[in-house]
């Protein structure tokens, strides 16, 4: 079941690679997998990954949603309350 998340994960990061690198709060959410009022709160009192102003528009590169994903990651039994 993991691996078949993984692929489509990958699917995800290529068909928005081939358009714009840039995803807007809800792709960018469904792409890390977690609830859109989710990510607009670690916005608001951090923690979340980066994002960037296009105009009024705030956008997710994925390379940086990548690298928060990477650095936020745990393994079995792990807390990050701990």
Known sequence: M???RVRRRHARAERAKRGSPFLNTKQAAFYIGLHRTTL???R???GGP???YHG???R???DDLDQWSLRNRQ?????SDA
């Open 60 to 62: 997710y590169h994925i």
């Open 2 to 4: 993991i691996h078949v």
């Open 50 to 52: 980066r994002f960037r």
């Open 44 to 46: 608001k009192h951090g």
């Open 40 to 42: 607009e709160m670690m």
């Open 75 to 79: 393994t079995r039994g792990e807390r």
């Open 56 to 58: 009024r528009f705030i």
